[in-house]
């Protein structure tokens, strides 16, 4: 078990915005001076298999804000090594004044690669001692299951004053455990499902690991605008989340209706597709009233924070503005 480095639970409820890194670096400045702006607590990104690599954005983001926490959920270590992940974050960190955290999953679509998959847990968590240990300025080396390092290996550059804070994504039970050992937060990637919180508390026992919950988000004033399009975002990453959620059960015919109209490029009809109890099981969809009891639900159910992810509206900046001045009001935090 790696330690989690002494820390006090702050039990704050937070909200946070998320975006996919397919914008521009002016782009990511502008979304994120807004979020911060409005009130939101952090500013994310994702790390997903091809779209640009986390860095510029953050490095955009970064500049752009002084307040909010800042960092990628996730990077996978089996595609990046945890000594390049340790720097970039010990580069954040120097940029943004400290805000910077570490994000962390075993990650999914992987095949075709060529990639070692085996023990992901393993390698996880060889990879937050490494980072850990390099983040500390240890250079004595270190020696894993599957990952180790050579006595001399360092960052040579100005490291963090204090610990940073670990995320693991996960909807896994047995990589929650391990967490609820290590990380400050566990994040379930791709729901807005409050019994799916339920579940992962009862993984992660007495631990004071929060838990974070993120999902496709889409708030307009026409309820019906918004639930149509997240409806085609959802139905992109659904035939996997669907099938990770022990609490849902989707039927045979609707998740081969869904995954057949994805592979022909159907995108309108993948999301017509989803029926509405899935779409708020795996979405953050309709005007600000609606998508506020959503986070209140998931608050209830034991949530620490709730990520607000990408495209945000039919506009997303237009979409940031509506969730900050409308929908966080009406949050109980």
């Known amino acids: 078990?790696?330690?989690?480095?002494?820390?006090?639970?702050?039990?704050?409820?937070?909200?946070?915005?998320?975006?996919?890194?397919?914008?521009?670096?002016?782009?990511?400045?502008?979304?994120?001076?807004?979020?911060?702006?409005?009130?939101?607590?952090?500013?994310?990104?994702?790390?997903?298999?091809?779209?640009?690599?986390?860095?510029?954005?953050?490095?955009?983001?970064?500049?752009?804000?002084?307040?909010?926490?800042?960092?990628?959920?996730?990077?996978?270590?089996?595609?990046?090594?945890?000594?390049?992940?340790?720097g970039q974050v010990a580069a954040l960190d120097l940029a943004s004044g400290g805000r910077a955290y570490v994000g962390l999953a075993r990650g999914a679509w992987l095949d075709g690669l060529g990639v070692d998959t085996s023990r992901p847990i393993a390698r996880l968590s060889d990879s937050v001692k490494i980072i850990r240990r390099l983040l500390a300025g240890d250079d004595e080396g270190f020696a894993g299951d599957v990952l180790g390092l050579a006595p001399g290996v360092r960052l040579r550059f100005p490291l963090p004053s204090r610990p940073v804070d670990l995320l693991v994504g996960t909807w896994g039970e047995r990589t929650a455990r391990w967490a609820s050992g290590c990380a400050e937060e566990v994040k379930i990637g791709g729901t807005a499902n409050p019994d799916m919180v339920g579940v992962m508390r009862g993984w992660l026992g007495m631990s004071p690991t929060r838990v974070v919950v993120g999902a496709v988000t889409v708030c307009d004033p026409d309820r019906s605008?918004?639930?149509?399009?997240?409806?085609?975002?959802?139905?992109?990453?659904?035939?996997?989340?669907?099938?990770?959620?022990?609490?849902?059960?989707?039927?045979?015919?609707?998740?081969?209706?869904?995954?057949?109209?994805?592979?022909?490029?159907?995108?309108?009809?993948?999301?017509?597709?989803?029926?509405?109890?899935?779409?708020?099981?795996?979405?953050?969809?309709?005007?600000?009233?609606?998508?506020?009891?959503?986070?209140?639900?998931?608050?209830?159910?034991?949530?620490?924070r709730v990520e607000l992810g990408t495209p945000h509206g039919v506009d997303g900046l237009n979409g940031i503005r509506l969730l900050g001045s409308e929908t966080l009001p009406r949050v109980t935090r």
């Open 225 to 304: 605008v918004a639930r149509a399009l997240a409806r085609r975002e959802v139905a992109l990453y659904l035939d996997v989340v669907a099938g990770l959620d022990p609490t849902v059960t989707v039927p045979t015919e609707v998740r081969q209706r869904i995954a057949s109209a994805v592979r022909s490029g159907d995108h309108d009809a993948a999301g017509a597709a989803v029926p509405d109890d899935l779409l708020d099981r795996f979405a953050f969809a309709g005007t600000p009233s609606d998508i506020a009891a959503r986070i209140d639900e998931l608050f209830d159910a034991g949530a620490d």
């Open 1 to 86: 078990m790696t330690t989690r480095p002494d820390r006090q639970p702050t039990g704050a409820r937070e909200v946070s915005i998320a975006l996919q890194t397919d914008k521009t670096p002016a782009a990511y400045a502008t979304l994120a001076r807004a979020a911060e702006d409005l009130g939101f607590d952090g500013v994310s990104v994702f790390a997903d298999l091809g779209f640009q690599p986390p860095a510029l954005a953050l490095g955009a983001i970064a500049a752009a804000t002084s307040r909010v926490r800042i960092g990628a959920a996730c990077q996978n270590p089996l595609l990046t090594h945890p000594v390049e992940i340790a």
